[in-house]
Every structure is written in structure tokens, then in C-alpha cells.
């Protein structure tokens, strides 16, 4: 807010206002993630099986690699996600087209009923972080990251283009 006050009339750090646009909205989307996985841990779910979860209910029946594509997230990382959603009786993990290796992910009948209990939570979280902004600040802030998510997405492509990677975030020891 102009007035350096948030929603509730607290101060907002002044030198968050000085802060290069990258580091802000990493902050943002850290604040998302901990307010969400806040809501998700009354239902016993982690934010890791929030984003499967949420794929799943717009598409069921994916596999391993499709889910690890939709959800950026490398392919062990989802295999981790998909044991524990089955552990919990939420997804179950079936070969289908007479594919004995690729299995795909359903979900069960419990893990559909979630959906009523978390995606409230969810919109709860997204409701709070743009209390304050009225719909027209909201449209031009969807507006400029989806454009900042484009411009940095060719980046890559460009990059990749030439041969250049972005490096994994392990580096494994030379030995």
C-alpha cells in the first residue's frame, strides 16, 4: 500500500520496496507456500502432494513422467510424492493400454473428496495475499508475471537452443 501500512495496519518493511523484483516475488511465493501448507496440514497433506493432488483432479489417469512434466518437478521427486498419496489411500498406480511399464496415476474416491476440503483452503490463501488490492491491481498483477513467466521461459528455450542447460540443483561430487 501507498501508505506503507499492510491490510491490517501494520507497517510493510520499507526496504522490501527497494528489493530487486526476483527476490520479491520469491518471498511471495514462499509466503503462498507457507500459508497453504499451513491450511494443508489439518487434511494430513503436504504442499509436494498439494501440487500432485491438484494436477490429478484436472487430469486423472497421468503418468509418472506426465505428472513430473505438468508439475516442473523431476521424475524421483513425484515417484516420492505418488508412493506416499497411494500410502495414503488417495491416488492408485495402474499399468493401462497393455503398457506393463508405464504405470499412471487415479485417484481413489477419497482422494476426489479432498478436493471439496483443500481447494477452499487454497483459495482461502490466494484470497489473503491480495486482500488490499482491488480487482483491477489484481488483473495488472496477473497480467505482468504471466508476462515475466514468458519473457523468462524464451530465455531458457533460447538458451537451450544454444546448448545451454540450467544445472541440476544437486551437483554430485566428481570422485
Known amino acids: ?77 513425484t515417484h516420492t510424492a505418488l508412493s506416499r498419496l497411494e500410502q495414503m489411500g488417495l491416488i492408485t498406480r495402474r499399468n493401462v493400454e497393455g503398457n506393463r511399464r508405464r504405470q499412471h496415476a487415479f485417484l481413489t474416491d477419497e482422494g476426489w473428496r479432498l478436493r471439496d476440503v483443500l481447494e477452499p483452503l487454497a483459495i482461502e490463501a490466494n484470497d489473503l495475499a491480495v486482500e488490499g488490492l482491488d480487482a483491477e491491481e489484481q488483473a495488472v498483477l496477473r497480467h505482468a508475471l504471466t508476462v515475466m513467466i514468458h519473457n523468462l521461459e524464451r530465455d531458457e528455450a533460447e538458451a537451450a537452443a544454444r546448448g545451454q542447460r540450467v544445472p541440476p540443483t544437486r551437483v554430485q561430487n566428481a570422485v
Open 1 to 77: 500500500m501507498s501508505d506503507g501500512q499492510g491490510t491490517d495496519g501494520e507497517p510493510v518493511d520499507p526496504r522490501l520496496h527497494e528489493e530487486r523484483l526476483a527476490r520479491l516475488i520469491r518471498l511471495a511465493a514462499r509466503a503462498f507456500n507457507r500459508s497453504l501448507t499451513l491450511r494443508l496440514s489439518t487434511e494430513g497433506v503436504t504442499f509436494g502432494q498439494w501440487i500432485f493432488l491438484r494436477i490429478l483432479w484436472r487430469e486423472d489417469g497421468l503418468s509418472q513422467r506426465e505428472l513430473s512434466d505438468r508439475a516442473h518437478l523431476t521424475e524421483p521427486t
